[in-house]
């Protein structure tokens, strides 16, 4: 090889690829600094942002402690006064005149219940009198099992039948809801 030669391709490409390293490293430099700097001014306001928003809390509790004394306060002058409005000295000669008047009043409303209880008593004693004494009289006017015993006779007879209940042997004995009718006779006088 010749020292007089020109450079080869390689070499070439070689001072070039050199060449753009060394910018791009001064690049780097150059932009981390310059991002360093950008960061540094953000901290600073950052920081000051936060020291703003400190001192305003601070103000805030300053104020919400000053609040809550004065709603305090005026919670407690309005008990107060209630207090004042509601309860009132009273003298002992007015306590004596209201327990005076409850005791009667508590002995005028005993009497009373006494009396509608036994005025009360006496109804109740009075209806289940007439009802035993109602019951009686239906009981000698209605026997009661002779009754049965004639509707039943006149079933038997055929003079009376128990509607629903012919020829099925469901009549045997009467309930409270049965009823009893006239059979129908026949156009020519049969039953």
């Known amino acids: 090889m010749a020292d007089n030669s020109p450079l080869s391709w390689m070499e070439l490409i070689s001072i070039v690829a050199s060449v753009v390293?060394?910018?791009?490293?001064?690049?780097?430099?150059w932009l981390s600094?310059?991002?360093?700097?950008?960061?540094?001014?953000a901290s600073a306001a950052g920081k000051g942002s936060a020291d703003k928003i400190g001192a305003s809390v601070a103000r805030l509790d300053v104020v919400f402690d000053k609040l809550y004394a004065d709603t305090f306060s005026m919670m407690k002058d309005t008990v107060g006064d209630m207090r004042k409005h509601v309860w009132r000295d009273v003298s002992p000669e007015v306590v004596r005149d209201v327990a005076s008047r409850v005791t009667e009043r508590e002995s005028t409303v005993a009497g009373r219940f006494t009396e509608v209880q036994e005025e009360i008593l006496w109804l109740?004693?009075?209806?289940?009198?007439?009802?035993?004494?109602?019951?009686?009289?239906?009981?000698?006017?209605?026997?009661?099992?002779?009754?049965?015993?004639?509707?039943?006779?006149?079933?038997?007879?055929g003079v009376l039948v128990m509607?629903?209940?012919?020829?099925?042997?469901?009549?045997?004995?009467?309930?409270?809801?049965?009823?009893?009718?006239?059979?129908?006779?026949k156009k020519d006088g049969q039953p």
């Open 163 to 185: 509607p629903g209940r012919e020829g099925n042997g469901l009549g045997e004995g009467i309930g409270p809801y049965d009823r009893f009718v006239r059979p129908r006779r």
């Open 33 to 41: 600094l310059y991002l360093y700097r950008l960061a540094e001014s």
């Open 21 to 29: 390293s060394m910018v791009l490293g001064v690049f780097a430099i």
């Open 124 to 157: 109740v004693d009075s209806g289940i009198t007439q009802v035993m004494d109602i019951g009686d009289m239906l009981a000698n006017r209605f026997p009661g099992q002779k009754f049965v015993e004639q509707l039943l006779l006149l079933r038997d007879s």
